[in-house]
């Protein structure tokens, strides 16, 4: 069965601590790998997208990677404004298996960085 | 260019009446998904319209339903609504590939 699972489900942080959230996966086959930022109320933004494992896609002090298990996002020296739940989400391959192509969501990591 | 639009932004209704949330995608896309969000459940998918048509459908009850009209704007109903409805309801617009998420409707329903 196709899941998404992400780690931890908070974490919290020193203004300027680096570290890492994790999103595992299993999917019959990889379209696309999608991270969202969102913050309370609203709805999700757009992050990034990875294809393949060994893409990397950097932002600001946000960069993610991909291996063919699972993504991580790497926060660099992170700010206040960083708080918020980062979500991560998989789109499976229809030609792999009869899916319906929807992407497949984790259940997000809520990110609090204290100043 | 525009992002998404969700209106309204927020809404209050009681039980057993019914709703209609709008949805304008994104000039050129097609697609069109509505995800329901509440704190213990997280993202859930309702349904997804592609030109015009229901292409996907997630597992919620026959009180949810949308439609598309052909300039890809996109209506959700929910009839006689129960207290549990209560939620962030989030339009999603695809191109391509990247889903791109309106602000949300707050729905509470009391």
């Known amino acids: 069965e196709d899941q998404v699972t992400q780690s931890p489900e908070a974490l919290r942080l020193q203004e300027g601590e680096s570290s890492s959230l994790n999103c595992s996966y299993t999917?019959?086959?990889?379209?696309?790998l999608f991270w969202y930022r969102q913050d309370p109320g609203k709805g999700p933004e757009f992050l990034f997208t990875?294809?393949?494992?060994?893409e990397e896609k950097e932002k600001e002090r946000l960069k993610a990677t991909l291996t063919k298990k699972e993504s991580f996002l790497h926060i660099t020296a992170p700010k206040p404004e960083d708080s918020a739940t980062y979500l991560c989400?998989?789109?499976?391959?229809?030609?792999?298996?009869?899916?319906?192509?929807?992407?497949?969501w984790g259940a997000g990591t809520k990110l609090i960085i204290k100043p | 260019k525009a992002g998404v639009t969700q209106t309204p932004r927020y809404l209050i209704k009681t039980r057993g009446q019914q709703v209609t949330l709008s949805c304008s995608p994104i000039?050129?896309?097609?697609?069109v998904s509505w995800y329901q969000q509440t704190p213990g459940q997280g993202l859930q998918f309702l349904f997804e319209?592609?030109?015009?048509?229901?292409?996907n459908k997630g597992n919620f009850p026959g009180r949810f339903s949308g439609r598309q009209f052909s300039n890809s704007r996109s209506e959700m109903n929910v009839s006689t609504l129960e207290l549990g409805d209560s939620a962030l309801y989030l339009c999603?617009?695809?191109?391509?590939?990247?889903?791109?998420f309106g602000q949300g409707t707050r729905l509470t329903v009391v």
């Open positions: 999603a617009s695809r191109g391509v590939t990247e889903a791109f």
């Open positions: 319209y592609f030109s015009e048509t229901q292409r």
């Open positions: 989400a998989v789109r499976p391959n229809p030609e792999v298996r009869d899916s319906n192509y929807q992407l497949i």
């Open positions: 000039s050129g896309h097609r697609s």
């Open positions: 990875l294809y393949s494992a060994g």
């Open positions: 999917v019959s086959g990889l379209r696309g």
